[in-house]
């Protein structure tokens, strides 16, 4: 079933005459409203009414993090103080926070886009969600929530952490969908085990998975340990929260972009030049509809391809690759890039290993070092020594094989590494330390 069918099915070329006129709505509002983007647009001679096909938005200025923190905190915000009715902030593990700011309206609209979001996962108004991403200034609890109650289901507002607890209210209150990171899914499986609860046993059907890269041999691991269908869910609070894309239970196969709310672009990182469909790029959004804080051309830093080819499940909007990972994470160790998503995928494929892993990153000398920590799996954990050097060694000649890199891979006790209640943390830079 599809939530709201004009608007997800429209054919293509009436979805970007409304992209048009929101698009030229939107400049002329943030050229009257918020001095930054008047200046920026004064800057580069352009005006408001030189928006006359999608093409010219190339026109228009970037938007990146750091002008957010340069107008911290409301300096971007569009509307009056009192027309706002919510704020929220990013976690700010890169730097200062962000703060954005919704109206009653931006509200309303993320309700509806989250409502659809569930819908695409195979959710429906007779379900209960288990919603256990954090609430507060984090986007993921509360738009979850609202979206979940705009759909018509029962919400159980857990939030993050009490793990246990979680465990047990999976059990008695039987939820159909569960909305978390993908990284608690798995410490949850894990928690059940400790206590005897198989989570694939549970009516559990449905999980939406997001705020952090994941890969699709994750995705194998959580559907066999919680018997559920997972479900990719994007978003950032810069350009509203989750349900800004989401997988279809259909297909599972990228993305689609909530295309007459958000206009997406893929750019090259280095130029800013536009990259051809199918090709990877940056991804840029700029919010048609958003009143709080309208966005232009804001660069996420993630990495993505666009596909605008019809999907089975008869939605039109355009779909995103699973994002491998944002270009500020892209390790560069000895001149070679590598994700740590890549690493995960050769972790996660190998037999005795769990997806707990961290990477650590060390200068010594002039160079780079790279050291790979990942967890043994309980029946690996009682193995051989000979067995457990056998196992690094593989992998370290995959690493090198497959990512050309050469990695120190140390192989740690199960449960050794910290679990997270949200974003797991998966690199340790200390090239930057003392
Ligand atoms: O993480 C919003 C969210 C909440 C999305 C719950 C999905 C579910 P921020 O804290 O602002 O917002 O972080 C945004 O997280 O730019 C990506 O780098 C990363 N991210 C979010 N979803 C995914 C995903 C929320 N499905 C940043 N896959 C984004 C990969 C993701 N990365």
Known sequence: MIYDIKNETMPREDLEKLQLKRLRALCERVYANVPFYRKKFDELGVKPHDIQSLKDISLLPFTVKQDLRDQYPFGMFSVPKDQIVRIHSSSGTTGKATVV??????IDNWGQLMARSFMAAGATASDSVHNAYGYGLFTGGLGAHYGAEALGATVIPISG???RRQVMLLKDFAPDVICCTPSYALFLAETGEEMGIDIKELPLRIGIFGAEP??????????????????DIYGLSEIMGPGVAIECWQAQNGLHIQEDHFLAETIDPETGEPVGPGEEGELVFTTLTKEGIPLIRYRTRDLTTLDTTPCKCGRTTARMKRVTGRSDDMLIIRGVNVFPSQIESILIETEGLTPHYQLIVERKGNLDTLEIQVEVSDSMFSDEIKNLQRVESKVMKNIKEFLGVT??????????????MGKAKRIIDKRNEG
């Open 101 to 106: 700011g919704y109206t009653q309206r931006d």
């Open 161 to 163: 952490g009490a793990t």
């Open 407 to 420: 990695a120190r891979v140390r192989l740690v006790n199960p449960k050794e590494i910290e679990r997270s």
């Open 214 to 231: 994941w890969t699709d041999e994750m995705r194998l691991q959580i559907e066999k340990r919680l018997g559920i269908t997972a479900i």
